[in-house]
Nanobody, 125 residues
Framework: QVQLVESGGGLVQAGGSLRLACAAS????????TSWFRQAPGKEREFVSV????????SYADSVKGRFTMARDNAKNTVYLQMNSLKPEDTAVYYC??????????????????WGQGTQVTVSS
């Protein structure tokens, strides 16, 4: 089993920045990739970014490209999401997710075996 714990959410004005963290524990050696998703009220869960642990490759959703940066700290088994130039439409609960295999699309929530509890990000206009 893998446990994921997010932190770093909060309230920020438009144009501001936040950094989210996702700390993994347990059988972390089994993780193939870790992603960030978000879900706004009344909307489906949306892919934000992914990092593949084998080579560190990172991909982003078009909606956050150029504003969000994902990074990892191998020693701490932690991934980060630096969010800059935040917009009101970025308001959502942000979830960290981990997957043990590459068989499904990065962007499909059903691919992921483990989820964190989520952290609220609210961007005011």
């Amino acid at each position: 089993q893998v446990q994921l714990v997010e932190s770093g959410g909060g309230l920020v004005q438009a144009g501001g920045s936040l950094r989210l963290a996702c700390a993994a524990s347990g059988r972390t050696f089994s993780i193939y990739r870790t992603s960030w998703f978000r879900q706004a009220p009344g909307k489906e869960r949306e892919f934000v970014s992914v990092i593949r642990w084998s080579d560190g490759s990172i991909s982003y959703a078009d909606s956050v490209k150029g504003r969000f940066t994902m990074a990892r700290d191998n020693a701490k088994n932690t991934v980060y999401l630096q969010m800059n130039s935040l917009k009101p439409e970025d308001t959502a609960v942000y979830y960290c997710a981990a997957d043990r295999t590459p068989y499904m699309s990065n962007t499909d929530p059903r691919a992921y075996d483990y989820w964190g509890q989520g952290t609220q990000v609210t961007v005011s206009s």
